[in-house]
């Protein structure tokens, strides 16, 4: 009886990890072109810390642990409705002017999130901002809450993005 205990056990968690692996890793990217130096622009978006400088959807920042702007701190977005998203910073790049991040828990319908914003040089009043991210859904199950989905997580991801480019665009130029 304890064997079959044993099996059931390992067969089930067998069945849930196959259930997580049948989400599929997805992908988003989106970029704006802005009319200012890539300095500049860096500057606006360079602080880890505060997000809402210029994302729109972002109500405060506040670092949690670690030092802002170094690998390993933790910040805690409160959005404009209230909800909340803890991040984490993997890499912070001021000489390439990029920076990567992972989400640790929050309201987006995404799990398994690592993201990059990067700012590049296209000429001396010209740069392109890059974000783009890497993520699964947030229900790994193989059939997703209504809300859940693949296009439900690349849409929102998708929206954000925009959100945040449109108005670095808006207060960069």
């Known amino acids: 009886m ?5 099996l059931a056990t390992l067969i089930m968690g067998i069945s849930i990890n196959a259930m997580a692996s049948e989400a599929k890793l997805l992908s988003t990217k989106e970029e704006v072109v802005i009319n200012a130096p890539a300095s500049k622009v860096w500057d606006k978006i360079n602080n880890f810390g505060d997000l809402g400088a210029w994302h729109p959807a972002v109500k405060s920042t506040e670092i949690q642990s670690g030092t802002n702007n170094v690998k390993g701190a933790v910040r805690l977005l409160t959005l404009q409705d209230g909800g909340t998203i803890k991040e984490k910073l993997l890499a912070y790049n001021p000489k390439s002017m990029s920076f ?4 640790l828990e929050g309201v987006l319908p995404v799990s398994n999130y690592v993201s990059t914003v990067s700012v590049k040089s296209e000429g001396k ?4 901002v890059t974000w783009k991210g890497n993520f699964k859904r947030k229900d790994l199950s193989a059939s997703p809450a209504t ?3 693949d296009e439900t997580a690349t849409k929102t991801m998708s929206g954000v993005y925009r959100g945040g480019l449109d108005n670095l665009k808006k207060i960069s130029e």
């Open 2 to 6: 304890k064997l079959n205990l044993i």
């Open 147 to 149: 809300g859940q989905d």
């Open 100 to 103: 990567k991040y992972s989400i």
């Open 125 to 128: 009043n010209k740069t392109l």
